[in-house]
């Protein structure tokens, strides 16, 4: 993960975007591109969008994921300690014997 982080880094700084990069802006970016991504499955079943529309998804799903790992990078978060930790956060939230098969939110258990 931290391979990945340093790549989209360099990335950046070879262009000398860093200085458009504060949290708030990389948060509001994050949401622009996780919209950008959405559009991909408008009008269209699941289905048909991931069939017709995989490139642009993956494209986008890039995205979304670059400016997560920027959002990562400017606040001095580890990702992967992230998703650990809210996982298992949500293993406390979602119970197995609760939430197997269920699509409800914890607050409906």
């Known amino acids: 993960m931290n391979s990945l982080v340093e790549r ?3 990335f950046r700084n070879e262009r000398n975007w860093g200085q458009y990069h504060n949290p708030k802006d990389l948060a509001l970016a994050l949401s622009v591109e996780a919209a950008e991504l959405l559009e991909n499955f408008q009008w269209k079943s699941s289905d048909e ?13 890039g995205d979304v994921l670059i400016y997560a790992l920027f959002l990562c990078h400017a606040m001095g978060i580890d990702p992967a300690d992230a998703v650990l ?10 119970p197995v014997e609760k939430a197997y098969g269920s699509n409800k939110k914890y607050t409906e258990f």
Do not use: G, S
Not at 86 to 93: G, I, M, P
């Open 85 to 94: 930790n809210k996982l298992d956060k949500n293993a406390v939230k979602y």
């Open 49 to 61: 969008a991931v069939r017709e529309k995989r490139v642009a998804i993956e494209d986008e799903l």
């Open 8 to 10: 989209v880094v360099a």
